[in-house]
Each structure stands twice: as C-alpha cells, then as structure tokens.
C-alpha cells in the first residue's frame, strides 16, 4: 500500500532563507508526484506536477525534483518570503483512477 | 482559478439529520472528488466520479452517498450525520488528462453536535 510522508511536520525560518521540504513515498511506481499549498482556512492550490519521467520541476522560486528509484521528492524554495507562509502538502497519483495519495503536510512558517 | 464552488461554506447540524453539500464546477472537467480533511489524517478520499452517474469509492466512503446528474454538479450526502463526520470538506476537479492536477474549491466546514 503506498504511503507519503513529509517531513518535517513543521519549519521556521528567518526571511530569505532557501529551504528545502522533503516528500518521500513507499511505493516507486507512480504516475505523478504533486505539491500544493494550502493557506489557512482555504483551499489547495497545486504548485507544480512532475511526471514520473521527469526528474524536475520549475515555477519562479519554486523547484520540485523526484527520485524515484529512492522513493523521494524534494521541493525547494529560493529566498523564502512572509507571504510563503502556509502548509505544503505533497501528493502521489499511482495511476488508479487519478485517485491521489496525500501526506500530512509541512507548516512553514516564514518570519519577517 | 478554477471556477470551483462548494455550497454551503459552514453547516452547524445535530447528529441524525441528514446532510447535503454540493460542489459546482465551471470548467466542463470529467473527473470530480469529495474529501474530508482532519487532523492527523491529512486528506482522505471519500468518493469520486468519473462521469455522469459514474462514481466510486474512496478510502472512507461509509455513511456517505453520492450523485451527479450533470457534469457541474456532484453532491456528496451524510444520510444520518454523526459527530465523526465534523470535518472539513473538500471537493475537487481534474481534466484527467496527462497533467491531470487536481484543482480545489474552498472547502465546507460541517460541525455536528
């Protein structure tokens, strides 16, 4: 049974750090790998999908590699910024009827 | 953004009553989801449709039901709410295509008492 687990659970850092959120899965066969983040009271907003063949992903300061061979993905933040601020929630699609798989989350909490 | 509305945004119920929440979507997509999102749990998938009057199971679907009679509308009922259903609730969209990201709505927040 696939599992997703992100860790930490929670992170603070100063303002301009770049930090690193790690997602890691049991399961290697995977269709995709996803990251959204979630502000609080609101919705999930979806930040970048990487394809099981691809070994990365880039949106502005945002970049989301995946290993899957080590059952990991990462997602690295440049210069991080108040508004940065929210939980980061990593989800895995194993190709059953695009049904995703979630981990719990990391707060991050971006101090100005 | 996704044109994704969930009705109704907050609900206060007493256990027993019956509950509908409904999810409308703008985007013509095929696949629609409902979750619930708890603490400790993360999300969990309670039903899904692929279609019109296509729908399945998820991880939790005991004391829910679903319907959708048309693409925009997937409704997500509590027959007989009880105080384990005080969740958060997610409904969400996919094109199914080869992205196939998930796109959510704003959630509904039902207490039970």
């Known amino acids: 049974k696939q599992e997703v687990t992100q860790i930490p659970a929670a992170l603070s850092v100063p303002e301009g750090e770049n930090l690193v959120l790690n997602c890691s899965f049991t399961?290697?066969?995977?269709?995709?790998l996803q990251w959204f983040r979630q502000d609080p009271g609101k919705g999930l907003t979806s930040l970048l999908l990487?394809?099981?063949s691809q070994r990365e992903q880039t949106s502005g300061r945002l970049n989301a590699s995946l290993d899957k061979s080590s059952g990991r993905s990462t997602l690295y933040i440049a210069a991080s910024q108040p508004g940065d601020s929210a939980t980061y929630l990593c989800?895995?699609?194993?190709?059953?009827?695009?049904?995703?798989?979630w981990g719990l989350g990391t707060s991050l909490a971006v101090n100005p | 953004d996704a044109g994704i509305t969930q009705s109704p945004r907050h609900k206060v119920t007493e256990t027993g009553t019956p509950v509908t929440l409904r999810c409308h979507q703008t985007?013509?997509?095929?696949?629609m989801y409902w979750y619930r999102q708890d603490p400790g749990h993360g999300l969990r998938l309670i039903h899904y449709?692929?279609?019109?009057?296509?729908?399945d199971k998820g991880e939790v679907s005991d004391g829910y039901s679903v319907s959708r009679s048309k693409t925009e509308d997937f409704l997500l009922t509590l027959e007989s709410a009880t105080s384990s259903q005080t969740s958060v609730y997610f409904c969400?969209?996919?094109?199914?295509?080869?992205?196939?990201?998930?796109?959510f709505g704003p959630g509904t927040r039902l207490l039970v008492l």
């Open positions: 969400a969209i996919s094109d199914g295509g080869l992205q196939e990201t998930q796109y």
């Open positions: 985007e013509n997509h095929r696949y």
């Open positions: 449709s692929y279609g019109v009057k296509d729908t």
């Open positions: 399961d290697s066969a995977i269709y995709n």
């Open positions: 990487i394809q099981s």
């Open positions: 989800a895995v699609n194993a190709g059953n009827n695009r049904k995703l798989i």
